[in-house]
């Protein structure tokens, strides 16, 4: 499978523990975004790398939130203290970059549960 | 920032019907507008797009229609198969800026055979 791949696909956790998501994006895109989704919404922004440069972060992304891109190639996104309302799908995507906005490739999400 | 109003939130057709969802955004930088469709437990799929710099675009059964001057931007599908059944978003994004688009809530299509 080319497309953007995310580990783990679900991930149950109790409320004070940190989780660790993986995405890995489509070979040779520059760009990837994290996103959150909750039931009835559309994809709520996280934050935007340009290879390993995080250029945006939402006010959404609390201090307990990070995310890295070491090498320009995939990305973790670390949540430190879950809480309840932290439970969501977080999406990664991935997009080939350029002067113009292009289209972004979707990977399959972490569903998180926080007991 | 840019905000993205999504409606309806429901839509239930006949199958064979057309179904038109609407949006509107707020930012006139917004120059890029995607619609994708997401089915039950899967991810957001791109579908069609629609750059500023026209008007109208059609793929098959499906066309988006942009109104700069409104700023808001539509999406029919006709002929409606049950298969079209999804949660629909649209999108608005500055291609001048950050390239971060923002979603709409969502329009959940179901197509009755």
């Known amino acids: 499978d080319t497309g953007v791949s995310q580990n783990p696909r679900h991930k149950i956790t109790k409320r004070g523990q940190n989780v660790t998501f993986r995405c890995d994006p489509i070979?040779?895109?520059?760009?990837l975004y994290w996103y959150r989704q909750t039931l009835g919404q559309g994809p709520e922004f996280l934050t935007y790398f340009q290879n390993e440069a995080q250029l945006e972060k939402s006010r959404l992304l609390s201090d307990r939130f990070s995310a890295e891109r070491p090498k320009g190639s995939f990305s973790t996104l670390e949540i430190q203290r879950t809480e309840q309302g932290d439970s969501a799908m977080y999406l990664c995507a991935s997009s080939p970059g350029g002067i113009h906005y292009n289209e972004q490739f979707f990977g399959p999400g972490t569903r998180l549960t926080v007991l | 920032g840019e905000n993205v109003e999504q409606h309806p939130s429901t839509l239930s057709v006949q199958e064979g019907d057309s179904a038109v969802i609407k949006c509107t955004y707020s930012?006139?930088?917004?120059?890029?507008f995607p619609w994708y469709k997401q089915e039950l437990g899967k991810r957001p799929q791109l579908i069609i797009d629609i750059r500023s710099n026209v008007g109208e675009k059609k793929d098959q059964r499906i066309a988006v229609t942009l109104n700069k001057t409104a700023k808001h931007f539509s999406l029919h599908i006709t002929e409606t198969q049950p298969e079209d059944s999804a949660v629909y978003f649209c999108?608005?994004?500055?291609?001048?800026?950050?390239?971060?688009?923002?979603f709409g809530r969502g329009t959940s299509l179901i197509v009755h055979p």
């Open positions: 999108a608005a994004i500055s291609s001048g800026g950050s390239y971060i688009p923002t």
């Open positions: 930012d006139s930088a917004s120059n890029y």
């Open positions: 070979s040779e895109h520059n760009r």
